[in-house]
């Protein structure tokens, strides 16, 4: 294993030759320090004794639901205790809007045959009336345009609506949790970076692939403004997924379920299987109905969010930061475990691996458990904009959030320098699986919400497993799908990176800004 990991060490400082022909400064490597973390880290966790606290005895995290706020409260009680610093609950500077949360769910269809509905309420969807189960026919409405709602007018009162094609998928011969093999981590490191997008003079343009999801959004609000007058009595949607997996998600409605005082028509999202199956009756004109019963309730009147927060206190450069986190919100179905609980529980071990070690940083080291995230990056993004002041003195912030499996390696979101640095520093842990860095950037979470602002923010690489084909906003997205030996390997990973950044003599390299122009 050894002499393997060393030819892989080789192969990729063949494959970022370009990044080192710019000299990178040596990086001093503590490795006492490092033998310590390592020790702590793998041999003394505390991952799985958390994982249990938080998934079992806590739950599903939707973000303003009761269910966060009791997390939230754990988070910062548990910090707290291990000496943490300036461990408080910082609201967001704007509102959020109002919480939510399930209280009970049943359905059956009764007609042709009689049996289970196989179904989860949205998050934000209203209740059934009177607290009692509604019985209604099953209709498809087919829409291609939004030129064809008037022919539905008068025809979905009352209705259980379906208004989604289904799709069938057939057998999946070939799935199995996944590891990312080293050579196709040398590949990405190998291959061209997407050019970066430049800036523009006057307000930014949308791209095609934005206009095409606009359009997409303009269709669905079109849809739901129709369905609301005409008032059916629960909206019928696809999980999407086989195996009866239940994905998850938010109304259809979006900010207006969540800022309104109205109460949203009941939204369904039902296996892929028995969506089908009525799809299928419905449009050969076998008339399917619905006994449905769904009780939500709503919560935080004030509309308030938070973010977790808590400190390690630098010495001589305090006023300096590294900033480390994850999302803490969740989807409402499973247990919000690899998404992401996952990462949250990493980078608290992480600082208390730190504390626990008690070993000297330079920096101030803050970490962050974010809220919002699932809506659109809402609480880092709030984050950023409330700590503008603090921006030029961030010398870096480390995030994740693709699940439990192990940390790879680094996406560089082209910043070389800062590649060269996260090379040095992970290469220790060859042993353990990390292979290498690259320069690609990567989306759909919170480092996204400091890159934009300019201040370094990478997300890890990690091998996937199951993330994107079985747990990711699912129902099975529960305390099974976590690997422990994987975590433990991250937290170590993280806090021996946020001691060596923390104790630099320099700040991570910034990247250039994008050039001016169109591309």
Known sequence: ??????????????????????????????????????????????????????????????????????????????????????????????????????????????????????AEPMAWSGSTPRGAAVTCPVVYINIQDTTELAQYAGRVRGACVMWQNWNPIGPEFTFAPRRIDADTLIWLATQPVPEQPRRQAGPPQPSEQMRQFQAVQARNAAIMRFLRREQPA?????????????????????????????????QLMVTHEQYGQMWRLARRGVPVRLEVNVQNRWSNPDKREYTVVGELPGTDRAQELVIIGAHFDSWHS?????????????????????????????????????????????????????????????????????????????????????VQVFEQILRPFADLGVVTSNLRPTGGTDHMSFDRAGVPGFQFIQDPLEYGNRSHHSAQDTYERLVMDDLKQAATIVAWSVYTIANRDEMMPRKMPAPMGTN
Do not use: K
């Open 234 to 266: 629960v909206y019928l949607i696809s999980s999407g997924w086989t195996m009866g997996n239940l994905r998850t998600g938010g109304h259809l409605d979006g900010r207006l379920a969540r800022d309104s005082a109205y109460e949203p028509i009941p």
């Open 1 to 118: 294993m050894r002499r393997f990991h060393v030819l892989i060490l080789g192969l990729v400082a063949l494959a970022t030759a370009p990044l080192a022909a710019q000299q990178p400064v040596q990086e001093r490597l503590d490795m006492a320090a490092l033998a310590r973390i390592r020790d702590e880290g793998l041999n003394h966790s505390r991952v799985d004794s958390m994982a249990q606290q938080l998934l079992d005895g806590i739950g599903s995290r939707l973000t303003a639901s009761p269910g966060l706020r009791r997390a939230q409260e754990w988070a910062v009680g548990t910090m707290r205790g291990w000496g943490l610093v300036n461990v408080a609950l910082e609201p967001w500077d704007s509102l959020f809007g109002r919480g939510w949360e399930r209280v009970s769910y049943s359905g059956r269809m009764i007609e042709p045959v009689m049996q289970p509905l196989r």
């Open 334 to 418: 499973g247990q919000g475990a690899v998404d992401n609980a996952a990462g949250s529980l990493a980078m608290m071990e992480a600082m208390r691996i730190l504390r626990t070690l008690n070993l000297p940083l330079r920096r101030t080291v803050r970490i962050a458990l974010w809220s919002g995230e699932e809506q659109g990056l809402i609480g880092s993004r709030h984050y950023v904009r409330m700590h503008a002041a603090e921006q030029p003195r961030i010398s870096a912030y480390l995030n994740i959030d693709n699940g439990s499996g192990r940390l790879r390696g680094v996406w560089g979101e082209r910043n070389a320098a800062a």
